[in-house]
């Protein structure tokens, strides 16, 4: 029987001398190198296997799923959820847009339909299950949900905000969870994304500036985030207290 954590190669003879020496004269163990020619094979041969079967060994789902419901350690009453708009790829035959002219096109949509489905794949597993119910039971209970738009060819500021009617995210891309319909003309019904958004009352937003936000997650400002261009979504809340904004 094979010991543990052993591997048994048949190879031509002398092209395991030359192994040998080999990796004698670079100072390294025949475990180092194999591991690392396993590791070269499966990811030339099929990187996106490769990355699945190493998360699927080293647990990394359950380990996601700790993380998500443990993220939230402060209230979501009042919580947004901010983007920040570059420039995106349209259908043949339109050009494409900056982030000023997403917005309009989602303006366009909403004017026509009443609503329309906003998409993005910008967090790389969408919106943790446990932060896309509470949105949702918010959404129910009456409250306002946002989403704050910082369109990326302007000044850093969040210029525009809409009202939220849904939220639905999955780890893959998936088409429109609605009315396909009513995403614009520029993106298409067959779009696929990560996180979709059912939005209305897009408009103009001068009242929350990036100057009050924080992240939820760690209280860190918004602001720098932007600034280094190192963030384009995320839930953040306003510092700024009612009293303050009577005032």
Same mark, same amino acid.
């Not at 939230?72 to 043949?92: A, N």
């Given at each position: 029987?094979?010991?543990?954590?052993?591997?048994?190669?048949?190879?031509?003879?002398?092209?395991?001398?030359?192994?040998?020496?080999?990796?004698?004269?670079?100072?390294?163990?025949?475990?180092? *190198?194999?591991?690392?020619?396993?590791?070269?094979?499966?990811?030339?041969?099929?990187?996106?296997?490769?990355?699945?079967?190493?998360?699927?060994?080293?647990?990394?789902?359950?380990?996601?799923?700790?993380?998500?419901?443990?993220? $939230?350690?402060?209230?979501?009453?009042?919580?947004? #959820?901010?983007?920040?708009?570059?420039?995106?790829?349209?259908?043949?035959?339109?050009?494409?847009?900056?982030?000023?002219?997403?917005?309009?096109?989602? #303006?366009? *949509?909403?004017?026509?339909?009443?609503?329309?489905?906003?998409?993005?794949?910008?967090?790389?597993?969408?919106?943790?299950?446990?932060?896309?119910?509470?949105?949702?039971?918010?959404?129910?209970?009456?409250?306002?949900?946002? #989403?704050?738009?910082?369109?990326? $060819? $302007? $000044?850093?500021?969040?210029?525009?905000?809409?009202? #939220?009617?849904?939220?639905?995210?999955?780890?893959?891309?998936?088409?429109?969870?609605?009315?396909?319909?009513?995403?614009?003309?520029?993106?298409?019904?067959?779009?696929?994304?990560?996180?979709?958004?059912?939005?209305?009352?897009?408009?103009?937003?001068?009242?929350?500036?990036?100057?009050?936000?924080?992240?939820?997650?760690?209280?860190?400002?918004?602001?720098?985030?932007?600034?280094?261009?190192?963030?384009?979504?995320?839930?953040?809340?306003?510092?700024?207290?009612?009293?303050?904004?009577?005032?």
């Amino acid at each position: 029987m094979a010991r543990a954590g052993y591997l048994s190669i048949q190879a031509d003879e002398t092209l395991k001398t030359i192994f040998d020496e080999f990796t004698q004269i670079k100072g390294i163990t025949k475990s180092t *190198a194999l591991n690392q020619m396993l590791e070269t094979f499966m990811l030339a041969t099929d990187e996106e296997l490769y990355i699945e079967l190493k998360k699927k060994a080293c647990n990394v789902e359950y380990v996601k799923e700790i993380l998500e419901n443990a993220e $939230d350690t402060v209230s979501m009453k009042d919580e947004f #959820i901010i983007m920040k708009l570059g420039e995106s790829e349209t259908l043949p035959g339109y050009f494409d847009l900056s982030g000023k002219g997403v917005i309009d096109a989602y #303006i366009c *949509a909403i004017v026509k339909h009443g609503y329309t489905w906003f998409s993005t794949s910008a967090l790389y597993w969408g919106i943790a299950a446990k932060k896309v119910k509470s949105f949702n039971a918010r959404i129910k209970r009456g409250e306002t949900v946002q #989403i704050l738009f910082v369109p990326g $060819d $302007d $000044d850093n500021e969040v210029r525009y905000s809409a009202v #939220i009617q849904e939220v639905s995210s999955s780890r893959n891309e998936t088409l429109c969870p609605g009315n396909a319909a009513t995403i614009p003309v520029e993106f298409g019904q067959n779009e696929t994304a990560k996180i979709w958004l059912k939005i209305t009352n897009l408009q103009s937003e001068s009242d929350i500036s990036v100057d009050n936000l924080k992240f939820s997650k760690d209280d860190s400002p918004v602001k720098s985030a932007l600034t280094g261009s190192q963030f384009h979504f995320g839930y953040v809340y306003s510092s700024e207290t009612k009293s303050e904004k009577v005032s």
